[in-house]
Nanobody
């Protein structure tokens, strides 16, 4: 049974920072691209960023320079460091695991095999 467990969400003011973690029970963790998505009520899950097993990452334009994804393959954990947070970053954040390299398809939630339960991030103005 594969499990992805996110942690680190919470409430911050505009300009604040949060660090999300996602611990995965994947035996071959390094073979997976790990992605972060976010979702607000009534909208589809949206790509935030992803990191391949080799450490190469990609981000949606709106978070570039503010968010950083990293991973620890030995501990099977991926992180999302969020800085300069804005109210529009408010959402439930999900981590996903997609078997294979980081590709153009990594921006699409349907390409992910496993998902965490989500963690709420609220940014107040």
């Amino acid at each position: 049974q594969v499990a992805l467990v996110e942690s680190g969400g919470g409430s911050v003011q505009t300009g604040g920072s949060l660090r999300l973690s996602c611990a995965a029970s994947l035996r071959t963790f390094s073979m997976y691209t790990m992605g972060w998505f976010r979702q607000v009520p009534g909208k589809e899950r949206a790509f935030v960023g992803a990191i391949g097993g080799n450490g190469i990452s990609d981000y949606v334009e709106s978070v570039k320079g503010r968010f950083t994804i990293s991973r620890d393959n030995a501990n099977r954990t991926v992180y999302l460091q969020m800085s300069s947070l804005k109210p529009e970053d408010t959402a439930v954040y999900y981590c996903g695991a997609s078997l294979g390299r980081l590709t153009r398809g990594s921006v699409t939630w349907k390409t992910y095999n496993y998902w965490g339960q989500g963690t709420q991030v609220t940014v107040s103005s």
